[in-house]
T-cell receptor, first 115, second 115 residues
Framework: DAGVIQSPRHEVTEMGQEVTLRCKPISGHNSLFWYRQTMMRGLELLIY????????DSGMPEDRFSAKMPNASFSTLKIQPSEPRDSAVYFC?????????????FGPGTRLTVL | GESVGLHLPTLSVQEGDNSIINCAYSNSASDYFIWYKQESGKGPQFIID?????DKRQGQRVTVLLNKTVKHLSLQIAATQPGDSAVYFC??????????????FGQGTTLQVKP
């Protein structure tokens, strides 16, 4: 199994630009999570999906952030417009069963730098 | 508010010694706890978990202890090796009524293993 796949691994963009992060969960997993990691705030859950449906998006910072999961094998996290304070490592994770009380498998992350 | 925090931000041990990483949690309703290991440039990796109906659980070279009375969690690593050098996170969740079971991560402890 290839594990959770994220792309790109690194993204450098200028303030105001749109950024799209992509995630392919482990095949057969029913839950998908987006996290943001910074030195100041640690690991924060942004949003999670069960069976492609968003369940809890209370961690999404503001309206500039949006996430979609059009099918069981793909999800995107979009920031529009991006700001320097969005610079962080963004992780996608998936777990086998619906609900978060299960082992989550993390991808390698996307390091985003907004200049 | 509810939070999970770590007592020691950095722990330095000699190779071959045992390591103990501590974590305090504040939500008495938490009933599931997980330890993750994050190596530089990688996503968090599941190490071991424990449910609140247990006090101790052992894995390969790792042991997790749970003290619900004082809301304390610890990870013990036996015969620490250079490959154990990483940041270790505890995470907690609760399946109490109305709670989605969202994982809350602590800030992390850096483990440095000296050869």
């Amino acid at each position: 199994d290839a594990g959770v796949i994220q792309s790109p691994r690194h993204e450098v963009t200028e303030m105001g630009q749109e950024v799209t992060l992509r995630c392919k969960p482990i095949s057969g997993h029913n839950s998908l999570f987006w996290y943001r990691q910074t030195m100041m705030r640690g690991l924060e859950l942004l949003i999670y999906f069960n069976n492609n449906v968003p369940i809890d998006d209370s961690g999404m910072p503001e309206d500039r952030f949006s996430a979609k999961m059009p099918n069981a094998s793909f999800s995107t996290l979009k920031i529009q417009p991006s700001e320097p304070r969005d610079s962080a490592v963004y992780f996608c994770a998936s777990s086998p069963r619906a609900g978060t009380r299960d082992t989550q498998y993390f991808g390698p992350g996307t390091r985003l730098t907004v200049l | 508010g509810e939070s999970v925090g770590l007592h020691l931000p950095t722990l330095s041990v000699q190779e071959g010694d045992n390591s103990i990483i501590n974590c305090a949690y504040s939500n008495s309703a938490s009933d599931y706890f997980i330890w993750y290991k994050q190596e530089s440039g990688k996503g968090p990796q599941f190490i071991i978990d424990i449910r609140s109906n247990m006090d101790k659980r052992q894995g390969q070279r790792v042991t997790v202890l749970l003290n619900k009375t004082v809301k304390h969690l610890s990870l013990q690593i036996a015969a620490t090796q250079p490959g154990d050098s990483a940041v270790y996170f505890c995470a907690e969740t609760s399946m109490a009524s109305g709670n989605t079971g969202k994982l809350i991560f602590g800030q992390g402890t850096t483990l440095q293993v000296k050869p």
